[in-house]
């Protein structure tokens, strides 16, 4: 069992940055690929990146790309996402995620094992 809690949500301006933690409890989480999704208001949650379980691999949404980093601490059990030149419309909450692998990570939020309860992320104009 794995127990997920994000931090590093709030409001910034367009163009800014912030940096998302997600602090997991359970002694299997390097075992686990972990990821972020989000969610928009009116919208479905739809995958933003994951990363495997050693850190050897990652995967980003193509809206990601280029702008954003996933990364994890193994020792610390806690996977970050670095969100740069944030967007109005990427306000959202954004949720972490563990499953099974980077690829079924990647295939959206029916690979998903875990859900953290999510923070919110407000990209001002």
């Known amino acids: 069992q794995v127990q997920l809690v994000e931090s590093g949500g709030g409001l910034v301006q367009a163009g800014g940055s912030l940096r998302l933690s997600c602090a997991a409890s359970g002694r299997t989480f390097s075992s686990y690929a972990m990821g972020w999704f989000r969610q928009a208001p009116g919208k479905e949650r739809e995958f933003v990146a994951a990363?495997?379980?050693?850190?050897?691999?990652?995967a980003y949404a193509a809206s990601a790309k280029g702008r954003f980093t996933i990364s994890r601490d193994n020792a610390k059990n806690t996977v970050f996402l670095q969100l740069n030149n944030l967007k109005p419309e990427e306000t959202a909450v954004y949720y972490c995620?563990?499953?099974?692998?980077?690829?079924?990570?990647?295939?959206?939020?029916?690979?998903?094992?875990?859900w953290g309860k999510g923070t919110l992320v407000t990209v001002s104009s």
């Open positions: 995620a563990g499953g099974r692998s980077l690829g079924v990570l990647t295939t959206g939020a029916n690979g998903v094992d875990y």
């Open positions: 990363i495997s379980w050693s850190g050897g691999g990652t």
